[in-house]
């Protein structure tokens, strides 16, 4: 292949740092894809005292493949136990999340679920329970931020919930709690920066029983960023079944 004058390299270069999210303009529904990991009941981090919500149990910053515990945070759960929670290789699976448009043109993309068990029958098990309460779910992707725009993400749910955006934390609903919301404007959470496009990073945890509830609202058109190996399809699809099987059983 010949070589292109520098002067051409360099329009195409800046034509790529041009292009601005979202890829997934005008769709009708947007699909994450996540991990899932299972964890044993232990009486502490899983199933332990219910302390309610906690903010600050995190750093603002996220540095790392999972949030970083702070001095509150060491006091509500095991540090060690915690390193695992969205880092651990085994017991885990992939997990897509499809999150629809709420109306034809309305920019605006919920997942709604109040019986969230995608780890039912599967990894470690229901450990005697009617479902698995005891699993964490981690999700990666991309997003285009527009100054001015009025991007926002709402989030409902329990137990624990971490949202991070160009890894500065923008949801903070840590600790053992029933269900509960946060919702933050990214152009007051990135105020300053300018338009491109950004990481998003989403920690959930469910931690005891007996409720399971996970809700997302957004005007961020977001594009996932983990692609699932080949053989984790097979049980991706398994806790998709258990996860419909029990809204139809909250139905009923």
Do not use: C
């Amino acid at each position: 292949m010949p070589r292109l004058p520098t002067r051409f390299l360099s329009a195409a270069a800046l034509a790529a740092s041009a292009f601005i999210l979202p890829l997934q303009a005008g769709a009708a529904s947007i699909t994450l894809t996540g991990t899932v990991r299972d964890f044993p009941a232990d009486g502490v981090n899983f199933e332990g005292p219910a302390y309610g919500l906690i903010t600050g149990m995190v750093e603002s910053t996220l540095t790392g493949a999972s949030p970083t515990l702070t001095a509150l945070g060491a006091q509500t759960v095991e540090p060690g136990n915690f390193a695992q929670w969205f880092t651990k290789p085994g017991d885990s699976f992939a997990l897509n999340l499809t999150l629809d448009e709420t109306s034809p043109g309305s920019g605006i993309y919920e997942y709604a679920s109040n019986a969230f068990f995608p780890a039912d029958g599967l990894a470690l098990g229901d450990e005697g329970r009617p479902h698995n309460y005891h699993f964490t779910f981690a999700i990666a992707a991309t997003f285009g931020y527009q100054p001015g725009a009025g991007q926002v993400f709402t989030f409902t749910g329990d137990d624990d919930v971490w949202v991070f955006f160009d890894k500065k934390l923008g949801i903070d609903l840590g600790g053992l709690h029933e269900a509960s919301s946060a919702s933050v404007n990214l152009d007051e959470l990135l105020a300053g920066r300018p338009a491109g496009n950004y990481s998003f990073d989403l920690f959930f945890a469910e931690r005891h029983t007996t409720e399971s509830n996970l809700q997302i609202s957004t005007s961020l058109e977001l594009v996932p960023s983990l692609v699932p190996e080949p053989g984790a399809w097979m049980l991706m699809a398994a806790g998709l079944a258990a996860i419909g099987a029990a809204a139809r059983r909250g139905r009923g």
